[in-house]
């Protein structure tokens, strides 16, 4: 299995990576806190999960060991697949997502689309006893990633936020609560205002 790739990030959008090992490109789909701290053509090194459905491999990747393995965790409970589990790290941070299962505050857990009350209650009941194996995250993110063309990043955040669950009219709700920060901050890439939406959606 591949835990991890170091390499030279060719590509990257609000939901995947490109980076290339030794001359082969390897796509992995990423959560926001991955696509803000990768820069294109620069050295980086993301932690992978690979999954294997139908005979048929996706590599996950994520911003740190920790993310990486909430979503192994979260991917363990009964009737979560693994794009369930990417939108539960994408809201909440392992830290986060901890304290949720731990405190069985199930309100936090249904903030994540696709977790309804049964969903967020099994969670707490299957990984309560597990749930402290995550480590606490020491987030040193690489910083912003290099801002997108002013047309395109809004496609990209309302393409990013529906792959995770959300309704396209949610999306695009986002994407207009963010457009003030986009305007302020230039310099910001399609990772941070990704994020930035994420926070929104998730209040």
Known sequence: MISQLTGTVVAVSATAVVVDVGG?????LCTPAVASAV????????????VIRDEVP???AFADADE??????????TGIGPK???AVVSVLPPAELRAAIAAENVAALT??????????????????DKVNTLAA????????????????WRDQVRGGLESLGWSARDAEAACERVEPLAAEHPEYGVGELMKAALRGLAK
């Open 111 to 128: 903030r994540v689309p696709g977790i309804g009350p049964k969903g967020a209650r099994r969670l707490v009941i299957e990984l309560k």
């Open 137 to 152: 995250v020491t987030a040193e993110g690489a910083g912003p990633v290099a801002a997108a063309p002013a047309y395109d």
């Open 39 to 50: 820069r294109l053509g620069k050295t980086s090194t993301v932690h992978t999960s690979m």
């Open 58 to 60: 996706a590599l996950f």
């Open 84 to 86: 369930i589990a990417q």
């Open 68 to 77: 990486r393995d909430a979503f192994d965790l979260v991917r363990s409970a």
């Open 24 to 28: 082969v490109g390897f796509r992995a």
